[in-house]
C-alpha cells in the first residue's frame, strides 16, 4: 500500500508558527505567505481516524487548485501557487469566523432539520411540502459558526451575525454576493460532469490590505456535497435516496459499524482492503469532479518531496 502522509513538522524559513486542522497544516512565514499542507489523514463526525488514506490529501488539494483557478475570474482567492500535488502557497489572511454554508437542494442537515419540524434555518425559511433532496426555488445561505464551547459548528442567522458584531453588515453583503456567484459557477461546472452540486460551504478572510478572499478550500468531496444528475428526477419521485458523490459513503460505514462520534464510542478497525477502497473511491470522486485522470504522485518518501518542491520554490520565487 502507498505510503501516506499523516503530519508534518518542518521549519521553514521565515517560518512563524504552525497551525494543525484536522486534515490540513498551515505554515506561516514572516512575509504574510501560508503554506497550506493537505495530509492524508480522515475525518468524519469531527474525529481523525486512526490510519490515511493514500492519495487522499493530493486528492483534496488538487481540485481546490482547479477550483479556485475555475473561479478567480468572479472572488479573488488566497492562492499563489501549488508546487507540490499536496501543497498550496499563498496570501495569509485574517478569517471571517463565519462559514458561508449554501444549499441548493433539501439535504444534509437541513433535512434532518426539515424531518423534526423545523420551517427556518438560520432565520431563512424553508417552503412546506417538501421532501429530502428536493431543490429549493432559489438556493439559501445558512451560515455557521464555531461554538464558543468545544469544536462543532453552530448555526447562525445573518441578523446574528451582524447583531454579535462577527462581520459588518458592509463585509458580509460582500460574502453573500461572493458565495452566490461562487455556488452558481459550481453548479455550472458540476453540470458539464453531469453531476449537481447540492450544497456546500465557502470560506473567507481579510488580506493585509483589506481585500476580502476566497480562502481554504473549495467544491472538494470534503466540503461539498454532489449528486449524480443522471436519474435524479425518477428517484425523487419515487421516493429513493439519491446517488451521492461525497465522503457521505465513509459517515455510513462508520455508522453501520456502531461509530458516530458520540462519547464512549470506539472508532472501528479499518483494514488495509477497506482503506485501498477508499482511496480508490476518492480517485473516482476527483476524476468524476475534474473530468481528468488521475496521477498518482510518487510516495516512497512524500516529506522529503513535499520540502525539497517547497523550497525550490521559495529559491526560485525569492519568496523566502
Known amino acids: 500500500m502507498a505510503e501516506t502522509l499523516m503530519t508534518t513538522n518542518f521549519n521553514f524559513p521565515n517560518q512563524i508558527s504552525i497551525y494543525k486542522g484536522k ?111 428536493d431543490k429549493f426555488k432559489e438556493p439559501i445561505i445558512t451560515p455557521a459558526t464555531k461554538a464558543e464551547e468545544g469544536n462543532h459548528d453552530e448555526d447562525i442567522s445573518r441578523e446574528d451575525i451582524i447583531k454579535r458584531g462577527i462581520v459588518s453588515e458592509q463585509d458580509y453583503e460582500i460574502l453573500e454576493n461572493y458565495t452566490r456567484a461562487l455556488f452558481k459557477r459550481g453548479t455550472e461546472i458540476a453540470k458539464q460532469r453531469g453531476l449537481l452540486l447540492v450544497d456546500t460551504k465557502y470560506e473567507f478572510g481579510k488580506n493585509k490590505e483589506g481585500e476580502i478572499l476566497l480562502i481554504d478550500e473549495i467544491h472538494t468531496p470534503d466540503s461539498s456535497r454532489y449528486f449524480y444528475a443522471e436519474g435524479y428526477e425518477e428517484r425523487q419521485s419515487r421516493g429513493e435516496g439519491q446517488k451521492q458523490l461525497s465522503k457521505e459513503f465513509v459517515r455510513q460505514w462508520l455508522i453501520s459499524n456502531g461509530f458516530q462520534g458520540l462519547e464512549g464510542q470506539t472508532v472501528p478497525e479499518m483494514s488495509d482492503d477497506y482503506i485501498i477502497t477508499v482511496s480508490e473511491r476518492y480517485i473516482e470522486l476527483y476524476e468524476k469532479i475534474t473530468g481528468e485522470t488521475f496521477i498518482k504522485a510518487d510516495s516512497t518518501n512524500i516529506m522529503h518531496r513535499i520540502e525539497n518542491n517547497i523550497l525550490h520554490y521559495f529559491e526560485k520565487s525569492d519568496g523566502s
Open 23 to 133: 486534515v490540513r497544516e498551515v505554515y506561516r512565514l514572516k512575509n504574510d505567505i501560508l503554506i497550506m499542507i493537505a495530509t492524508d489523514r480522515l475525518s468524519a463526525f469531527d474525529v481523525v481516524m486512526p490510519k490515511g488514506i493514500p492519495y487522499k490529501g493530493q486528492i483534496l488539494n488538487q481540485i481546490a487548485t482547479k477550483m479556485m483557478k475555475a473561479t478567480s475570474d468572479i472572488v479573488p482567492n488566497w492562492l499563489l501557487a501549488t508546487p507540490d500535488p499536496n501543497v498550496a502557497i499563498g496570501q495569509a489572511c485574517e478569517p471571517f469566523k463565519v462559514e458561508m454554508v449554501i444549499r441548493g437542494y433539501l439535504s444534509g442537515h437541513a433535512a434532518r432539520e426539515y424531518k423534526a419540524g423545523k420551517r427556518s434555518l438560520c432565520g431563512v425559511p424553508m417552503p412546506d411540502g417538501m421532501i429530502e433532496n
